[in-house]
């Protein structure tokens, strides 16, 4: 079993950064990748970026390359995931979420993920 915890969500100015964090607890950290999905209102939930088990490999979704960063501290079993240059668009709730797979194509994937967080929000506005 795998227990995820979202924090550090809230409100940022556009232009202005946050950082999430996905810790985990449970047997099963260490195996397996970790994703961050959105959903704004009225749209699809999009996958954002994935780190794999051992952190050596990462992805992300082309509307936030170059401006979202996935890291992981496995001694703490936390996932970070640092935005920046936050626009509006970028608004919804974030879920972290773990898959015992990786590949390049994972954040299309996201019935790869069994275990989820409850999500935390974030509001880009001025």
């Known amino acids: 079993q795998l227990h995820l915890v979202e924090s550090g969500g809230g409100l940022a100015q556009p232009g202005g950064s946050l950082r999430l964090s996905c810790a985990g607890s449970g047997s099963l950290w260490d195996t397996h990748s970790i994703g961050w999905f959105r959903q704004a209102p009225g749209k699809e939930r999009e996958g954002v970026a994935c780190?794999?088990?051992?952190?050596?490999?990462?992805n992300y979704a082309p509307s936030v390359a170059g401006r979202f960063a996935v890291s992981r501290d496995n001694a703490k079993r936390t996932v970070f995931l640092q935005m920046n240059s936050l626009k509006p668009e970028d608004t919804a709730v974030y879920y972290c979420?773990?898959?015992?797979?990786?590949?390049?194509?994972?954040?299309?994937?996201?019935?790869?993920?069994?275990?989820w967080g409850q999500g935390t929000q974030i509001t880009v506005s001025s």
């Open positions: 780190i794999s088990h051992d952190g050596m490999a990462s």
């Open positions: 979420a773990a898959s015992n797979f990786y590949m390049s194509n994972i954040l299309h994937r996201p019935f790869d993920f069994a275990y």
